[in-house]
T-cell receptor, first 112, second 113 residues
Framework: KQEVTQIPAALSVPEGENLVLNCSFTDSAIYNLQWFRQDPGKGLTSLLL?????REQTSGRLNASLDKSSGRSTLYIAASQPGDSATYLC???????????FGIGTKLQVIP | EPEVTQTPSHQVTQMGQEVILRCVPISNHLYFYWYRQILGQKVEFLVS????????KSEIFDDQFSVERPDGSNFTLKIRSTKLEDSAMYFC???????????FGPGTRLTVT
């Protein structure tokens, strides 16, 4: 059974700082890994998806990497802004009975 | 930009009642999903649907739950006899391909009293 863990649970940084959010998963046989953003009381916004054959994906100030062998993914946010404040979720798609498994998320606060 | 929509945004129902949550996936997508998120907990996969049938379901998706695509645009989740523990945010998602990004709707908050 796939387990996804995200560290840290919460993070507070000053505006402009670069930061890294971590995601680990127990079953390396994944189809893809997707990073989402969730604002309070809202739905999930897809940020980046990394296929199992890829090592990283970039979108603007965001860069996500994937290391299947070690069961890890990281989301790098460059030059953080107050608008980046949200909860960031990673989700591993393993197929099978539990199709997509989410982590609990990292709650990010960027202080102006 | 195309988006997934869900109605209602908030549904309050009494225990034992049936509820139907509605979703309109992105129009050219073929894969549809339901997830739920109990307050303060992880987003949990419920079911995936492709080619007019369930392709995957989780342990949560028991006989009280059913999904349907009644027409070419809607995708519904029915809970036959709601329980207090069904109170959660329910998210619908769709994707164009099995390996591609899932796009989520804004969710329906279900409150069972």
């Amino acid at each position: 059974k796939q387990e996804v863990t995200q560290i840290p649970a919460a993070l507070s940084v000053p505006e402009g700082e670069n930061l890294v959010l971590n995601c680990s998963f127990t079953d390396s046989a994944i189809y893809n890994l997707q990073w989402f953003r969730q604002d309070p009381g809202k739905g999930l916004t897809s940020l980046l998806l990394i296929q199992s054959s890829q090592r990283e994906q970039t979108s603007g100030r965001l860069n996500a990497s994937l290391d299947k062998s070690s069961g890890r993914s990281t989301l790098y946010i460059a030059a953080s802004q107050p608008g980046d404040s949200a909860t960031y979720l990673c989700a591993a798609d393993s197929g099978g009975y539990q199709k997509v498994t989410f982590g609990i998320g990292t709650k990010l606060q960027v202080i102006p | 930009e195309p988006e997934v929509t869900q109605t209602p945004s908030h549904q309050v129902t009494q225990m034992g009642q049936e509820v139907i949550l509605r979703c309109v996936p992105i129009s050219n997508h073929l894969y549809f999903y339901w997830y739920r998120q109990i307050l303060g907990q992880k987003v949990e996969f419920l079911v995936s649907f492709y080619n007019n049938e369930i392709s995957e379901k989780s342990e949560i998706f028991d006989d009280q739950f059913s999904v349907e695509r009644p027409d070419g645009s809607n995708f519904t989740l029915k809970i036959r006899s709601t329980k207090l523990e069904d109170s959660a945010m329910y998210f619908c998602a769709s994707s164009g391909d099995r390996r591609r990004e899932q796009y989520f709707g804004p969710g329906t908050r279900l409150t069972v009293t």
